[in-house]
């Protein structure tokens, strides 16, 4: 019975032995590309081949924790991983059967884009198991063709048991050469390789700089135990961010992380943007590997804080390299005729009345916005060309900095040749830099030229608090002027006025109406002159005014065939005779008296438009009868002489 009882307990010793398993210490495997390696779920992240293959797991020939996987008689089983051309690979599975007659292969086959097979790595399974629940050992190590895109890992069967546990696949991507020279030209980070230690890193904890693991230069920066270092980059909204950094650790076993994060003009953490990224690398042969971040500044942004933090171990870092891609709103303005819009260059352009001041808090485009401190305004004059469309468009991002406005205006205003207003075009500005979104808000003006318009003048203005603007952007647009006007000059010749001009280009041109004034606000059309209508050469044209005033303002009017017209630049040309003339009284009734330094032998009168309506001899007291002619104002000119006298009769 002694005897009985012990063989009896040596069989079921034996039994457990068989079944048992037999662990390994070979199980760790740093970002292991496969799920599910060693079958603790189940089936679960594993493809079966074939319609009939039978997959299971079982515990008797684990090798890591408590299950493996088994294929039962012809099948096979499969996972799909993403690769890179030319990247390392290391394959690690435990395997074994019970029958090794039977065809057993673990497989890597890699894949082209388009799906076709370029190779294979093969292994045969041609362990035999035995009485034991040890599986062997088979690995697979080599690079990828340098078309692949895909590489499948495949444990196939054609019989019998394939027991397989423990799967474990590395894939190490081509190494990239450190781009040193954009981390040398970092304009965003400051010492983006430590080579002037510390200097330009704000830092909590332990901060210091290393000389073991450098990617460009001879030093790289380290954080010992638990702690940040950071530094600021000044954005606008809207503006991508991308960060690329070397890091390394010790102990991928604590949080190593880089981050972007987005701050508003107060110095307020812009809620639920960060972008973080973590730094899972343990160094392998002191070489630190490279991450990549990537954030858009949100709404409001005004800097960016770029970190690196650990929460223990060694945190190694070196060669930081940054890029900001400027958002639409930086889009170049084409046709931009404005000077300095953006006020990188400052003040300069803008004339000033009150405190005008540029800072980084406000920009929309580029580093810099303004600021015009309570009262006062600040404006750019644009010259029109003759070339120039009659529609006028500014786009420009404005806010005023408190609760409530106070009468901060946008204006376009036109203005003739000496700067008298025409009209304007305005707008209120109603946003405030803080409520709702944080920032400058965008407002355009649209606008058409009135006659006579030479200068637009862009005008910004506050009756006080803070008035912020940037980006700003004037256009022309529309049907072009009717020609382009080469010279226009006004000349004496004796007692008359001889205007000239030229033009270089005509398009669809009617004609030129001569304009005269005395005071420059109201005009008279002395003559139409038809123009050439189609022209790419030099064109001349001439007028003659036989009766000119003392005082002369001369101007063309230059009108299209579809009646659209602009006006040339204005002449200026006076009359100022030896004779001295007198003329009274003034106003008068019906008769005058003509007094003057010399003998009056004729008396012309001319109207408003300078046409002779009179010519006479005064009688023996100098005397002219005007009873002929009605109510109005007239001009007076004696002894055909270049000198007259303006008088207005009353009935």
């Not at 207003?421 to 965008?442: F, N, P």
């Not at 700003?472 to 004796?494: N, R, W, Y």
Request: contains cysteine.
């Amino acid at each position: 019975m002694k005897n009985f009882t012990f063989l009896f307990t040596l069989l079921l010793f034996g039994l457990g032995f068989a079944f048992q398993a037999n662990a390994t210490n070979d199980c760790g495997c740093d970002d292991n590309k496969l799920k599910n390696a060693s079958f603790e779920n189940g089936t679960g992240d594993w493809t079966k081949g074939t319609y009939n293959t039978s997959l299971s797991t079982s515990t008797g020939y684990n090798m890591c924790g408590t299950y493996n996987g088994v294929i039962n008689g012809s099948g096979y089983i499969y996972q799909d991983v993403a690769i890179t051309g030319g990247s390392a690979y290391y394959m690690k599975v435990y395997g074994g059967t019970h029958e090794n007659n039977y065809d057993h292969k673990f497989k890597l086959i890699f894949y082209r884009s388009n799906g076709s097979v370029i190779s294979e790595a093969v292994k045969d399974v041609n362990y035999e198991v035995g009485s034991g629940s040890t599986l062997a050992k088979y690995t697979l190590t080599g690079t990828a063709p340098s078309d692949a895109v895909k590489v499948r890992f495949q444990a196939s069967s054609s019989g019998n048991y394939l027991k397989i546990d423990g799967a474990c696949l590395t894939i190490t991507p081509p190494a990239t050469p450190v781009d040193c020279d954009c981390v040398a030209s970092n304009q965003y980070i400051k010492n983006a390789s430590f080579e002037n230690g510390t200097n330009d890193w704000s830092k909590s904890g332990s901060f210091g700089v290393d000389d073991a693991y450098e990617m460009c230069g001879s030093k790289n920066g380290l954080i010992t135990g638990t702690g940040s270092i950071w530094q600021d980059i000044n954005v606008v909204a809207g503006a991508k961010v991308d960060v690329t950094a070397y890091g390394g650790t010790h102990n991928t076993g604590v949080s190593h992380t880089f981050k972007l994060t987005f701050y508003d003009g107060a110095g307020n953490k812009i809620n639920a943007n960060e972008a973080v990224v973590d730094m899972n690398y343990k160094v392998v042969d002191s070489k630190l590997k490279q991450f990549s971040i990537s954030a858009t500044a949100p709404a409001g942004a005004v800097k960016v804080r770029f970190s690196v933090n650990s929460s223990g171990d060694y945190f190694k870092v070196d060669a930081i390299c940054t890029t900001i891609t400027q958002p639409v709103t930086c889009t170049e303005c084409n046709g931009n005729t404005l000077q300095n819009p953006s006020f990188e260059n400052g003040t300069a352009n803008w004339d000033v009345t009150g405190t005008l001041t540029v800072e980084p808090t406000y920009a929309v485009c580029g580093t810099n916005g303004a600021k015009l401190t309570a009262a006062g305004k600040f404006w750019q004059d644009v010259e029109v060309q003759t070339t120039t469309g009659k529609l006028v468009t500014l786009n420009i991002y404005a806010a005023f900095s408190t609760s409530s406005p106070n009468s901060q205006k946008i204006q376009l205003v036109y203005l003739n040749e000496v700067k008298e207003e025409l009209g304007q075009t305005s707008q209120d500005v109603t946003k405030s830099l803080t409520e709702g979104t944080w920032g400058l808000t965008k407002y355009t003006l649209n606008g058409t030229l009135p006659a006579g318009t030479k200068y637009v003048r862009v005008l910004l203005s506050s009756n006080g608090n803070d008035f912020l603007v940037d980006n700003a952007c004037l256009t022309f647009s529309g049907p072009p002027m009717p020609v382009t006007l080469s010279v226009f000059s006004a000349k004496k010749e004796g007692a008359t006025a001889q205007l000239t001009w030229a033009t270089t280009s005509e398009s669809n041109s009617a004609y030129f109406e001569v304009q005269h004034s005395q005071d420059g606000k109201n005009w008279t059309a002395l003559a139409q002159v038809a123009a050439k209508g189609e022209s790419r050469s030099l064109e001349t044209y001439s007028y003659t005014h036989t009766n000119p005033l003392a005082a002369n303002l001369y101007r063309l009017k230059m009108v299209d065939l579809d009646e659209t017209f602009a006006y040339s630049s204005i002449r200026n040309l006076n009359f100022d005779g030896q004779e001295q003339l007198s003329v009274y009284p003034n106003p008068t009734v019906d008769r005058i008296k003509v007094s003057s330094n010399q003998p009056v032998t004729n008396v012309k009168v001319y109207n408003q438009t300078g046409a002779l309506v009179l010519n006479a001899v005064p009688d023996s007291s100098s005397e002219v009868d005007l009873t002929r002619l009605s109510q109005g104002t007239y001009y007076v000119k004696i002894n055909n002489g270049p000198s007259m006298r303006k008088i207005l009769i009353v009935r």
